[in-house]
């Protein structure tokens, strides 16, 4: 069995880390049974500046995008190629741009209990599709129990300070590695793709890092 390590840096109200990682599952498919994909999820936040209350989101993005006009040109362009992937893109249901430091604990502790995949997907539709507040810690937890995590574990994370250190660390490395903005792959810590890219430019990179295989010699 050839195993094939992703990293994968996003954030959870970014859309094209959610088309980026509808995309890269596509390109998985066409792998064979000798390949074992190891996806991980790393956390990095757009905004880090946002307020805990978080933002008015269509005034906040359309300030950013130089007027609502723009915006509204953004936004159907993602809804027609997030169609394509299978993501329902509801961006009039958004109502805020939240502070996602706290999502990003929550989706600490599901990687920590191998349901990373499960709460992103939860996540990102949650956001993009119902409009939820990713801000909000009831909203957070309910997503977290939805997808099978413990809610007194999840409860007392968010009460507290768990994963605070851990999520601050893994977005020092993605500084470190250069990444400036997200979704960000790295292919068996070697290879790097940046974006949304198509589901063939992410069948070349897995193809690239099978070829090279995996090792810890030569770390990105």
Not at 31 to 43: I, K, W
Not at 124 to 138: E, I, N, R, S, V
Not at 154 to 171: I, Q
């Amino acid at each position: 069995m050839q195993r094939l390590k992703i990293d994968v840096y996003s954030d959870v109200i970014c859309p094209w880390c959610y088309l980026g990682k509808k995309r890269l599952e596509a390109a998985l498919t066409s792998l064979g049974e000798n390949v074992q994909p190891e996806v991980r999820f790393l956390p990095y936040e757009l905004n880090p500046s946002t307020p805990e209350e978080g933002l008015d989101h269509k005034a906040h993005l359309a300030a950013k995008f130089g007027g609502v006009h723009a915006l509204d040109a953004a936004h159907a362009r993602l809804a027609a190629l997030g169609k394509e992937a299978g993501i329902d893109y509801q961006f009039d249901s958004i109502r805020k741009t939240p502070n996602t430091f706290n999502a990003h604990r929550v989706l600490w502790l599901a990687e920590k209990e191998g349901k990373g995949n499960e709460a992103h997907n939860a996540f990102f539709k949650a956001y993009f599709t119902d409009g939820k507040d990713l801000g909000d810690k009831k909203v957070l937890a309910d997503l977290a129990v939805s997808i099978g995590l413990d809610k007194p574990e999840v409860e007392k994370l968010l009460a507290g300070h768990e994963g605070e250190e851990e999520v601050r660390a893994a977005e020092e490395k993605a500084y470190d590695l250069g990444v400036s903005g997200v979704p960000f792959f790295v292919f068996n810590d070697k290879f790097a793709v940046s974006g949304a890219q198509s589901v063939e430019t992410f069948g070349k990179a897995l193809v690239k890092a099978l070829e090279h295989g995996l090792d810890q010699a030569a770390p990105l």
